[in-house]
């Protein structure tokens, strides 16, 4: 199935898709922010997940987290951005498995940042249509 045969999407799903990858965007902006200078609730946060209170580990994953997210916001590589940002929010989640954080409220919810993340980009973008066509 190429993009030319994906039916449009609705001016309300679009729109939907695109409000979902600002509350990511969003979000990530914050996070990665928030771990340049690096604040020092960021640091000491890191110590009981098994993460050295290390400034420049926190402004490495802000980093990280930053150049990730406006790949995403950016349409020619967004793709390339939500492939990247999953990969971090896998890592939270296997860093928050490992120390037996609550599986609902802070395990999982790397999961429910990539379902956001996702579902944003499957919205706006026919690619992504493309490759994961849903049938009716």
């Not at 979902?20 to 690096?38: C, E, Q, R």
């Not at 150049?67 to 999953?86: C, E």
Request: proline share 7%.
């Amino acid at each position: 199935m190429t993009i030319s045969q994906i039916a449009p999407v609705s001016p309300r799903a679009l729109w939907t898709g695109r409000v979902l990858s600002a509350i990511i965007v969003l979000f990530m902006i914050f996070d990665g922010v928030i771990k340049l200078p690096p604040l020092d609730v960021v640091t000491q946060t890191m110590v009981p997940l098994g993460w050295p209170a290390d400034a420049n580990v926190a402004r490495m994953l802000g980093l990280i987290g930053l150049i990730s997210t406006a790949l995403y916001a950016l349409p020619r590589t967004s793709v390339l951005g939500a492939i990247l940002l999953t990969a971090y929010l896998g890592g939270s989640i296997a860093t928050n498995m490992r120390v037996g954080s609550p599986l609902l409220s802070h395990t999982l919810f790397g999961v429910y940042l990539g379902i956001i993340l996702w579902g944003g980009l499957y919205l706006r973008d026919p690619r992504v249509r493309a490759l994961i066509p849903f049938s009716r």
